[in-house]
């Protein structure tokens, strides 16, 4: 990035995050070959940017054979299992940490939800949980240990030297089509879906099929070992803030138990939603390799662990977020990930969602653009502190096939 624009970049955003509210149609495409960055020898250059009214809400049918080579092989290459996260170059990360200015503090953002036992997640069968047990090796624990769950591997300490610790285990649930206890997931909580996750009929992330790639352990391709660690600029659209600026009732649901808002449990977030918040933000571009978090909220319904806000975050049949025609409009501009504070971050219960279709949004972009999902990200910090740009940084689990990762992300930023 010219040492210049840079200055003028970071002087332009040191600004007040109550400045009026201006709906910027095409706010968006504003300076982005600023960050278009060298690349490597699979990610591209600036994005051509496509008016609004390109893009709608029609499903795509990825399970037909016939419509394979509309969406595969990816623009990275037939043999690619990286997808998005190609652009997220040394030369990007670079200009990312340039957001920084050297001459402040930095503070440092866990996005991740804390876990624990009993955390709620998408129903399935078999379950997705978390249930951690502590084992204690080399005395004797309190008394509602085991009640609680507790295993005591010894109560003698090892050795001349007396060695005691602790380890944790994950309970394992029976099912009844697999012979075997099973355990947790990377699944749940905070998460980072990978391009083996969601698919159609048989095909998954260009054009590769369960069948072929499906092990007892994992998938051989697109696995988690392809993914991370990556260290890029992320944007947060706020918009939960600025319906709340605009006093836009409406869109917003009951609170939740902690006296905190959230939008409606239908509410469908329009391109104009995203529009407006990169407005609110001062944000003039989304780039390729960015990361795009989107706010809604919805985290609330977790902070007291109260059954009714649980039942409410659970439920299937309804929960903001963005649909076709805005998955359709952010993966123009090439991010690497886009997440939100739900589990699923795309919208249910709303009409849109009586077109017989079940979450189509994961598969447009995890299997035509390659764009990884990010679900349960804790974006209030950098809403409080109108922390818009940042550096987005997340290394998930090195694990070999795996479906996602859950290691909570961070994010770097400097208040304003």
Do not use: C
């Not at 017989?356 to 653009?369: A, I, N």
């Not at 409080?384 to 096939?401: L, M, R, S």
């Amino acid at each position: 990035m010219n040492p210049d624009l840079l200055r003028n970049y970071l002087a332009k955003h040191r600004v007040n995050r109550r400045g009026a509210i201006r709906i910027a149609g095409a706010a968006s495409a504003i300076g982005a070959a600023t960050w278009a960055g060298a690349g490597s020898a699979q990610a591209t250059g600036a994005p051509s940017v496509v008016p609004d009214d390109h893009f709608d809400d029609t499903p795509f049918d990825y399970a037909d054979p016939a419509n394979l080579p509309d969406w595969a092989p990816s623009r990275y290459g037939a043999d690619d299992q990286r997808g998005a996260f190609n652009e997220v170059t040394p030369e990007r990360t670079a200009a990312a940490l340039a957001l920084l200015d050297t001459r402040r503090a930095v503070r440092t953002y866990n996005l991740g939800e804390l876990m624990w036992n009993g955390f709620p997640a998408f129903q399935a069968d078999p379950p997705r949980t978390y249930d951690q047990r502590l084992t204690v090796y080399g005395y004797v624990p309190p008394p509602e240990f085991q009640s609680e769950g507790g295993v005591v591997m010894s109560t003698e300490p090892l050795g001349a030297n007396k060695v005691i610790w602790h380890e944790e285990r994950f309970l394992g649930h029976q099912y009844p089509k697999h012979p075997e206890p099973l355990a947790t997931t990377y699944q749940i909580g905070s998460q980072t879906d990978n391009l083996n996750h969601i698919g159609a009929g048989e095909y998954f992330y260009n054009g590769l099929r369960g069948p072929d790639i499906a092990r007892g352990h994992g998938t051989t391709k697109l696995g988690n070992e392809n993914m991370g660690p990556v260290a890029t600029r992320g944007v947060l659209l706020d918009v939960l803030g600025v319906k709340l600026a605009e006093g836009a009732t409406g869109d917003l649901a009951e609170p939740a138990s902690n006296g905190q808002p959230l939008l409606r449990e239908d509410y469908r977030i329009t391109v104009e939603d995203l529009q407006a918040a990169m407005d609110f933000a001062d944000v003039d571009e989304i780039g390729p390799g960015d990361v795009v978090l989107v706010r809604t909220g919805w985290n609330q319904l977790l902070a007291r662990r109260d059954p009714a806000d649980i039942e409410r975050w659970e439920a299937t049949a309804g929960m903001p977020g963005i649909y076709l025609r805005e998955a359709r409009w952010l993966a123009q501009f090439r991010p690497a990930i886009i997440g939100s504070d739900t589990w699923a971050l795309e919208v249910l219960g709303s009409p849109v969602n009586e077109d017989g279709t079940s979450f189509p949004v994961h598969q447009e972009l995890l299997m035509r653009h390659g764009i990884r999902i990010g679900e349960s990200y804790v974006l209030d910090g950098l809403a409080d502190d109108g922390a818009y740009e940042f550096v987005f940084t997340v290394t998930p689990q090195f694990a070999e096939g795996a479906t996602a990762g859950n290691t909570p992300p961070a994010a770097l930023a400097q208040p304003r």
